[in-house]
C-alpha cells in the first residue's frame, strides 16, 4: 500500500517532517479593511487635488494600517498542560498579584495572589490576541475606564478592559485581560460565553496600542522572562504545575 498523500489528507500540519512551509503573506483582518479603505480614499483624494507630499504621507499610512491589522497563521504547541501566548508583544511585567475582582471568587479563578504576565503591545505588532488554553469560555467582561499608557502597572485598573475566563474540561480556569492603552480606543471581541475554544484560537483584537495580562494559578511559574518578545497563539507562556522559575541576560 502506498503511503497517504499529505494533499489528500487535508495539507501539511505543523510539526509534520514530511511537509514543508512555505511563506505568505499575512491576512487582513476584515476590522481593519475598512480602515484601510478610508486612508485609500483620503490617499486618492490629496493625490487628485494635486497635493502630492500629502498623498504621499497618506499613503504610508495606509500601508501601516493594513500593516497593523495583519492576521497571520500561527503554530500552536499541542499539549494539556501548556499555556499559550495571549498576544505579540514584549514581556514588560511580571508580579505576584491578587485576580481581578471581577473576575475573583468561585466562579472566576479564585481569590489567592497569582502571578501575573503582562504582555505589552506596541502599534507595530500584531493585535490579534488568541487564548491560552483549549475550553469553554465562561465570563467575558467589560470594564470602561480611562486611557492612559498601557505599559504602567496601574493601567490593569485604571484602563479600559475586558476579562475573559476559559474553562478547561477538567474545570481548571485561567483568566486574561484585554486593556486598552494610550491610543487604543476599542477592544473588539470575537467570543462570547459558553464558546467553545481551541488553544491558540482567535478571541479578539485592540485597535491601536495596548496590552494583555494572563494570570497563571497557584503552583505554576512563567517560562517567560522580562524583555522577552512573545508572539501569539505559539510562545508558551508556562507549563502547569511547573514552579521553577527562568532567569535570564540582556545581551
Known amino acids: 500500500m502506498e503511503p497517504e498523500n ?49 498623498a504621499w504621507l497618506m499613503a504610508g499610512v495606509s500601508i501601516w494600517v493594513f500593516a497593523f491589522f495583519r492576521d497571520p497563521v500561527r503554530a500552536t504547541p499541542q499539549g494539556q498542560d501548556l499555556l499559550i501566548a495571549p498576544a505579540d508583544g514584549l514581556i514588560t511585567l511580571i508580579q505576584r498579584v491578587p485576580p481581578p475582582r471581577e473576575i475573583a471568587g468561585d466562579e472566576g479563578i479564585g481569590t489567592g495572589l497569582m502571578t501575573r504576565v503582562s504582555i505589552f503591545m506596541s502599534v507595530f505588532d500584531v493585535h490579534i490576541n488568541r487564548t491560552p488554553i483549549a475550553g469553554t469560555i465562561r465570563q467575558v467582561v467589560y470594564i470602561s475606564g480611562k486611557f ?9 485598573e485604571d484602563n479600559e478592559r475586558q476579562h475573559i475566563v476559559v474553562e478547561r474540561a477538567d474545570g481548571l480556569r485561567i483568566g486574561f485581560t484585554q486593556i486598552a492603552g494610550l491610543v487604543a480606543r ?7 460565553p459558553g464558546d467553545i475554544v481551541a488553544a491558540g484560537q482567535r478571541i479578539g483584537l485592540i485597535r491601536f496600542g495596548s496590552r494583555v ?12 522572562i522580562l524583555g522577552q518578545r512573545t508572539v501569539a497563539g505559539e510562545t508558551v507562556i508556562a507549563k502547569l504545575g511547573e514552579s521553577e522559575t527562568l532567569s535570564g541576560v540582556f545581551q
Open 213 to 224: 495580562d494572563i494570570y497563571l494559578p497557584e503552583g505554576t511559574a512563567p517560562r517567560v
Open 148 to 156: 492612559i499608557n498601557a505599559d504602567l502597572d496601574k493601567a490593569s
Open 186 to 192: 476599542r477592544i473588539v471581541p470575537f467570543v462570547k
Open 6 to 54: 499529505s494533499a489528500s489528507s487535508g495539507g501539511p500540519q505543523a510539526g509534520d517532517s514530511q511537509s514543508g512551509v512555505k511563506w505568505r503573506f499575512p491576512a487582513i483582518h476584515p476590522e481593519g479593511r475598512k480602515f484601510g479603505a478610508i486612508a485609500i480614499g483620503i490617499t486618492l483624494f490629496f493625490w487628485v487635488l494635486g497635493w502630492k507630499p500629502l
